[in-house]
């Protein structure tokens, strides 16, 4: 068993032990979290679904990410993620968010952000931040 299957077996068992359900936002791992998640058996008790947000414009358009908090951050930085797992979560019934952004390298990310024509500047590669969220971490309840 891998490393990445630990984790998910985990993760998905601890879920079920809360009765929790389950909601990836995945950009540079592009669905491997999911993927991960449900092959745990019994995962379809826990695992809602999710959402591969790759592009920049695809973040703004799936989960309402405004292009200036992109703008300001770039798509690979804390505040998107944190923005990731909030849009998923406004979006859907599931419990729990869990955001990965990045780039996984060695390129940097889309390259048709230039600094000063209204994009951010590129990110290395191996920049991968991410966030984890709940309805009461948004403040409300479901």
Known sequence: MTDLEA????????????????????????GALARAL???EGAAQ????????YTK???????????????????VSAPVARAMATGGLERTP???AM???GVAGPEPDEG???????????VR???????AGSHSSLGRRR
């Open 7 to 30: 984790a998910a077996e985990r993760l998905v068992r601890q879920a079920q032990q809360r009765k929790l359900t389950l909601l990836t936002v995945e950009s540079c791992t592009a």
């Open 38 to 40: 449900s092959e745990v």
């Open 46 to 53: 826990t695992l809602h679904g999710g959402f591969v947000v």
């Open 57 to 75: 414009a695809n973040k703004t358009a799936a989960l309402g990410i405004p292009e200036d908090l992109i703008g300001r951050h770039t798509a």
């Open 94 to 96: 599931a419990d729990i």
């Open 99 to 101: 955001a990965i952004t």
């Open 112 to 122: 048709e952000d230039t600094p000063g024509a209204g994009g951010s500047p590129p």
């Open 125 to 131: 590669g191996g920049v991968i931040p991410t966030s």
